[in-house]
C-alpha cells in the first residue's frame, strides 16, 4: 500500500520561497500523477499541481508563475517551492496521487503539513 | 475558468438520508469524484467517477451525476458521517477543481 509523507519546514517569511518534500513509502513513484493540494484555515482546498515520474509537469492557472514541482526518483520524492509568498499562502499543504489520466481522482493523500506565512 | 458550488451546510438526522448537491456549468458530462474530511484529518475519497465506491467505502455512501448537477447521498446517515465533503472534477482550463465543500452535521 502506497504512502505519502509531507515534510519541510511549518514557517515561512513572507516573500521567501516555501519549500516541501513528499516521500512515496510501499510503491514506486513511476506511473502517477503526483500532486500538492493547499487548504487554508477554514477554507476549501485548491489543487497546486503535479509531476509526472518523466518530469512533466502541470500547474494551476492561479500560481503557474509562482510554482515549481520536481521529481527525484532515486530518492522516490517529489518537492514543490512557492516562491514569494505572502499570508495568503498560509495553508495545510496536502500530497496527493492520482492515475496519469485526467478524469482520475486523488485516491491516496499525505497527512498533510501546516505551513504559516509570518515574519 | 470552470466552478463548482455546494451547499454550505447540510443537516441529517440520523439514520435519515443526506443528499449533497455539486453545481457546475454541464457537469453530468464529466467524472466526479467526493471526498470526506474529518477535522485535522486529509481527504478521504468516497465516490469516484460519479457512483463507484473505493474499497472500504460502506454502500451507504452513493453518487449521481446529471445536467449541471452532481450529488452525493448518505443513506442511513450515522454519527461518524460528519465531516465536511468536497466534488472534484478535471476541466481543461482549470485542470483540476474541488467545489466549495459542504459541511454535514448529524443530528
Known amino acids: 500500500q502506497v504512502q505519502l509523507q509531507e515534510s519541510g519546514p511549518g514557517l515561512v517569511k513572507p516573500s521567501e520561497t516555501l519549500s516541501l518534500t513528499c516521500t512515496v513509502s510501499g510503491g514506486s513513484i513511476s506511473s502517477y500523477y503526483w500532486s500538492w493540494i493547499r487548504q487554508p484555515p477554514g477554507k476549501g482546498l485548491e489543487w497546486i499541481g503535479y509531476v509526472y515520474h518523466s518530469g512533466t509537469t502541470n500547474y494551476n492557472p492561479s500560481l503557474k508563475s509562482r510554482v515549481t514541482i520536481s521529481v527525484d526518483t532515486s530518492k522516490n520524492q517529489f518537492s514543490l517551492k512557492l516562491s514569494s509568498v505572502t499570508a495568503a499562502d498560509t495553508a495545510g499543504y496536502y500530497c496527493a496521487s492520482s492515475s496519469p489520466t485526467p478524469s482520475s481522482p486523488f485516491d491516496i493523500w499525505g497527512q498533510g503539513t501546516m505551513v504559516t506565512v509570518s515574519s | 475558468s470552470y466552478e463548482l458550488t455546494q451547499p454550505l451546510s447540510v443537516s441529517v438526522a440520523l439514520g435519515q438520508t443526506a443528499r449533497i448537491t455539486c453545481g457546475g456549468n454541464n457537469i453530468g458530462s464529466k467524472n466526479v469524484h467526493w471526498y470526506q474530511q474529518k477535522p485535522g484529518q486529509a481527504p478521504v475519497l468516497v465516490i469516484y467517477?460519479?457512483?463507484n465506491r473505493p474499497s472500504g467505502i460502506p454502500e451507504r455512501f452513493s453518487g449521481s451525476n446529471s445536467g449541471n448537477t452532481a450529488t452525493l447521498t448518505i443513506s442511513r446517515a450515522q454519527a461518524g458521517d460528519e465531516a465536511d465533503y468536497y466534488c472534484?472534477?478535471?476541466?481543461?482550463?482549470?485542470?483540476?477543481?474541488f467545489g466549495t465543500g459542504t459541511k454535514v452535521t448529524v443530528l
Open positions: 472534484q472534477v478535471w476541466d481543461s482550463s482549470t485542470v483540476y477543481v
Open positions: 467517477r460519479d457512483s
